[in-house]
């Protein structure tokens, strides 16, 4: 079986051609390496360098006919979205137009694509279901969810089944902590740099934090069910800023005092989602504690001797 996964050389992309190529699938990718990196692809891995808004890449599905698509690149930047609504519209709505038409053409099974807690704002309840109302703050959040559109009409014009996967805050090893990376890269980045995390508040925000290779199994999970819809992936477990940063000090056995600084502008208070819609239907359910993860990431980062970075 022959999956084609966009975004193989970024984070969690990367990760599932990981997981796929073990599984003895045959993968290939389709990235434009605007933040992939050549040390994430794997060897067996075949690489289109390309754009997903170049409509070219409806031939590639030609060419490769896979079976299946999992669908990870994006403009993944909130802040992005807001000072450039125009170039995250095309990346994440024409380029996946683009990615659904390639299916079209080549005949492909399933494609799974992440969708994100963006698109619920400021929760009007916790934790937030499947059915929980809609309220985007961010374009970024307008275009993750437009696209849960495309899927379902493409489901229905053409029977390409779809499973969205709508994951809370991942976490893991090879996430960047640059710019608008996750909490917990950045922190842990901080940490090895000696350098002081910033707090945005208080640090009582709650956050639910997903492991990486948790949600890679969701994906494989999805695409090798029958199903098709729309299911969160997350962990149900509400995590502050301020236990996080506990968490991070144990593990890599340093004291941090943190700056805390004003809250930032449209940043959620408080958010954790419920899995139980996935897991009685796939059977999905987190298996990574946060501690797990962190020293999932320590363990990276010692094997990277990360100090050439
Ligand atoms: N990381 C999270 O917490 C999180 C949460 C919810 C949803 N998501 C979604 O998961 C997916 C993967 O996110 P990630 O954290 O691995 O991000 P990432 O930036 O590490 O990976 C995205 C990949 O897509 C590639 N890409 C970007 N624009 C492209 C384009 N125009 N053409 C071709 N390739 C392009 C990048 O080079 C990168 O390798 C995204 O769709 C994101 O919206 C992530």
Redesign the pocket.
Same mark, same amino acid.
């Given at each position: 079986m022959k999956v084609l996964v966009? +975004? =193989?050389? +970024?984070? /969690? +992309?990367?990760h599932i051609v990981d997981t796929m190529i073990e599984k003895g699938y045959e993968v290939c990718i389709? !990235? #434009?390496?605007? %933040? +992939? *990196?050549e040390r $994430?692809i794997n060897n067996e891995a075949k690489l289109y360098k390309? !754009? /997903?808004? !170049?409509s070219k890449?409806i031939d590639i599905f030609q060419i490769e006919k896979p079976d299946y698509v999992i %669908?990870?690149?994006? @403009?993944?930047c909130v802040n992005n979205s807001i000072t450039n609504p125009v170039e995250d519209a095309?990346? $994440?709505i024409i =380029?996946t137009i683009n990615v659904l038409e390639g299916c079209k053409n080549a005949g492909v099974k399933k494609i799974i694509?992440?969708?994100?807690?963006?698109i619920f704002g400021n929760p009007k309840y916790l934790p937030i279901d499947e059915n929980h109302p809609l309220g985007m703050i961010s374009q970024?959040g307008v275009t *993750?969810h437009a696209v849960e559109h495309y899927l379902r009409v493409y489901k229905y014009l053409y029977g390409i089944d779809y499973v969205c996967l709508?994951?809370? #805050?991942?976490?893991g090893p090879? @996430? !960047?902590s640059s710019g608008e =990376? =996750?909490v917990v890269s950045i922190f842990c980045d901080k940490v090895r740099k000696g350098e002081t995390p910033i707090i945005y508040g208080s640090g009582q925000q709650i956050r639910d934090f997903?492991y990486v290779k948790d949600v890679v199994r969701a994906n494989i999970m999805a695409l090798e069910s029958e199903k098709s819809g729309i299911y969160n992936v997350c962990t149900n477990t509400k995590i502050t800023i301020n236990e996080l940063l506990i968490c991070i000090e144990k593990i890599f056995n340093v004291d941090i005092d943190p700056r805390h600084v004003k809250e930032r502008k449209g940043d959620i208070r408080d958010s954790y989602m419920s899995y139980e819609k996935i897991y009685k239907e796939l059977g999905w359910k987190p298996q990574y504690k946060l501690i797990d993860g962190i020293n999932g990431i320590k363990n990276h980062l010692k094997f990277l001797s990360i100090d050439k970075f």
């Open positions: 966009t +975004g =193989g050389a +970024g984070f /969690i +992309g990367s389709i !990235d #434009n390496m605007s %933040h +992939g *990196k $994430n390309m !754009d /997903i808004r !170049d890449v %669908h990870e690149a994006a @403009q993944i095309e990346i $994440n =380029g694509y992440p969708a994100s807690a963006a970024y *993750k709508r994951y809370s #805050n991942v976490y090879r @996430q !960047d =990376g =996750g997903v």
